[in-house]
């Protein structure tokens, strides 16, 4: 028996957990969700929480709804739910596309969205798409309220987010791509459902057969997922092509700072991000 | 200090009362408390499959399950495969084919093939390689369990085929 002792709580509404997240949020309380983040660390006792919240018992977290051009992940819904596209349009097909890159399977049946979102992994693929496309974060606590939180200010750093004790990740909202819009997804990483190395969202809009509306993040490369504005910036107003593709992916390897590890070295990482911006590019104009 | 909590485990179709403290992962409690040893622990963080078990029809990782999770969730392991003294066509066909050396990891690949089968018996090559990819071995370098695989995904539709007639 790896994990340090805690005690289980078992909420059935969302009320109920934001009581108990507000009673034991002090004495390192926390979300038990899909388990497959936190159970590890668990096992590894680099985390000892002594109370945690299970919210998988509670029903009113499991939906993903349209809403006001908007897609809303409740906190249970799991990774498997994005297999099959979700929405019919360039969201549903770009979800579909990214979850295959998370993990395995078995993996894929417990974790979920928002999960990710909460535990910010810097390689989580989630937390890159939520930081392309801008989503918003819907936190809620007893004390706070509810408050929504863009992903521009949401993702602070390695696993930090802007997340307050005892507040739960209610909902994630992603807007609805408009018909029309092309969307990429590109990762390297090691072996088939290892975290990635660095990975790229990208997606835009054609008006006259100029790109805008472009959005492209980088994730895995640096401490947090957050859009590339200097990349962006290179193809607004242009055609898509291989040419300005490879401007974009020079753009965004100038504009990081990689995380330096003993194994993945800082300049080896700008290398993939440069090749993962433009296999992202590809990938939304094939 | 003990905090064990009294619940029902329905493994295989059979209830086991245990009385287990909530830190207890599934996998322990299959081992130590139902007496079911088929189901291994390989590295107790998620990354082998070997603790791979059906709870409520999805192969999962046992040992990122706490027992108490599993509570009223019908549970599945390799010891509910055979009925009787007949093995199931997946556990014959790793036979066949070579698909363990020293079969540590195979009940977890076991489940793993069983659920991913009995989901989509027309499951593609390239689809299947990809679940399979979940789990790890030490010992056969992987083509023999995928052969088994593929072999008993053939049997297991010829049979559906028959059936239908
Ligand atoms: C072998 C393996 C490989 C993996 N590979 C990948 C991969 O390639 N890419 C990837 O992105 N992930 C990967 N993961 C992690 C997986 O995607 C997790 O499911 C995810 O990181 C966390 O989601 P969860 O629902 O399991 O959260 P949990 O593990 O339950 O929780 C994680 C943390 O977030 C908090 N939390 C969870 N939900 C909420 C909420 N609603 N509100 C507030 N706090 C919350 C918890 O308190 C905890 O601190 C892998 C995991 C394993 C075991
Ligand atoms: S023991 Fe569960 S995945 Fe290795
Ligand atoms: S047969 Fe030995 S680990 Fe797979």
């Not at chain 1, 930081?131 to 509810?146: F, N, Y």
């Not at chain 1, 809009?205 to 895995?220: C, F, P, Q, T, Y």
């Not at chain 2, 790793?94 to 690949?109: D, E, R, S």
Request: charged fraction near 20%; hydrophobic fraction near 40%; charge should be neutral.
């Amino acid at each position: 028996m790896k994990p340090a002792q805690f005690q289980y709580h078992a909420p059935t509404t969302i009320a109920e957990t934001l009581d108990l997240l507000a009673r034991y949020a002090q004495d390192d309380g926390r979300v038990l969700a899909g388990g497959q983040s936190l159970v590890p660390t668990m096992a590894f006792r680099l985390a000892r929480p002594k109370h945690l919240v299970d919210i998988n018992g509670v029903s009113e977290l499991n939906r993903v709804r349209v809403e006001n051009g908007r897609l809303c992940i409740g906190a249970g819904v799991r990774h498997s739910a994005f297999e099959k596209p979700v929405e019919d349009g360039p969201l549903g097909g770009l979800l579909a596309s990214v979850v295959r890159h998370i993990a395995h399977r078995p993996i894929r049946v417990r974790g979920t969205f928002c999960g990710s979102i909460a535990h910010a992994d810097p390689a989580s693929e989630w937390c890159a798409v939520a930081a392309a496309l801008d989503a918003e974060m819907v936190a809620e606590s007893k004390i706070s309220g509810t408050r929504v939180i863009p992903a521009r200010e949401f993702f602070e750093g390695i696993m930090t987010t802007a997340l307050h004790e005892g507040e739960l990740l209610r909902e994630v909202r992603l807007p609805i791509l408009p018909k029309g819009t092309h969307a990429g997804f590109a990762e390297y990483s090691r072996r088939a459902g290892d975290y990635a190395i660095a990975m790229a969202v990208a997606t835009y809009r054609l008006k006259n057969g100029m790109m805008s509306d472009m959005h492209i993040a980088v994730g895995g490369a640096e401490a947090a997922p957050r859009r590339l504005p200097e990349a962006e910036r290179t193809l607004i107003g242009r055609p898509p092509n291989f040419g300005i593709f490879q401007a974009a992916g020079h753009a965004a390897r100038q504009a990081v700072d990689p995380i330096d590890d003993p194994s993945i070295g800082a300049d080896y990482r700008r290398g993939i991000v440069r090749a993962m911006v433009i296999r992202a590019l590809e990938s939304a104009a094939s | 200090m003990s905090n064990k909590i009294d619940l029902t485990l329905n493994i295989n179709g059979q209830d086991h009362a245990v009385s287990v403290e909530p830190r207890k992962t599934l996998v322990d409690a299959i081992r130590e408390d139902c007496a079911l040893t088929g189901t291994h622990i390989g590295c107790e963080h998620g990354v082998c499959g070997a603790c791979t078990v059906i709870v409520g029809g999805e192969a999962v990782r046992s040992c990122l399950m706490f027992a108490v999770q599993a509570q009223g969730k019908p549970i599945r392991t390799v010891e509910g495969l055979a009925s009787g003294k007949t093995l199931h066509p997946l556990q014959r066909s790793f036979m066949a084919h070579h698909g363990l050396q020293c079969g540590f990891c195979t009940p977890g690949f076991l489940m793993l093939a069983v659920n991913t089968l009995e989901k989509n018996p027309a499951i593609g090559d390239e689809e299947l390689l990809d679940v399979l990819s979940s789990n790890l071995c030490r010992c056969t370098g992987y083509q023999n369990i995928i052969l088994a695989v593929k072999a008993a995904r053939e049997d297991m539709r010829t049979k559906e085929e028959a059936v239908a007639g």
